[in-house]
């Protein structure tokens, strides 16, 4: 089989989490990762935007990410940032942690 990816993936097969809208996330499996994108897996494929925000759950990750490909329990996207999204925390001035 031709591979047409530009870059290597790495297997991961992590649980992680798509944010449907700001009050909805869905669980997934993170198949697998490359430079460019990720392959995630989970039942209701159909219902994902074509945008979408992924928290990884073993790395602490929050990507963007565009769906490339679907099928009928995947997708493939592309991660749309070249570096991850870290999450906002509040100021140290407020008695919490900054990112």
Same mark, same amino acid.
């Given at each position: 089989m031709f591979e047409r990816r530009s870059?290597?993936?790495?297997i991961l097969n992590e649980t992680g989490s798509i944010s449907v809208d700001e009050h909805r996330s869905l669980p997934c499996i993170v198949y697998d990762r490359s430079?460019?994108?990720i392959r995630i897996a989970l039942p209701e494929a159909e !219902?994902?935007? @074509?945008?979408?925000v992924l928290s990884i759950d073993a790395s602490n990750e929050i990507l963007i990410c565009r769906a490339v490909w679907r099928r009928r329990e995947e997708i493939g996207?592309?991660?749309?940032?070249s570096a991850p999204v870290r999450? !906002?925390?509040? @100021?140290?001035r407020y008695g919490l942690e900054t990112a």
């Open positions: 870059a290597p993936r790495t430079v460019g994108g !219902i994902v935007p @074509d945008r979408f996207a592309a991660t749309e940032t999450p !906002i925390l509040a @100021d140290s």
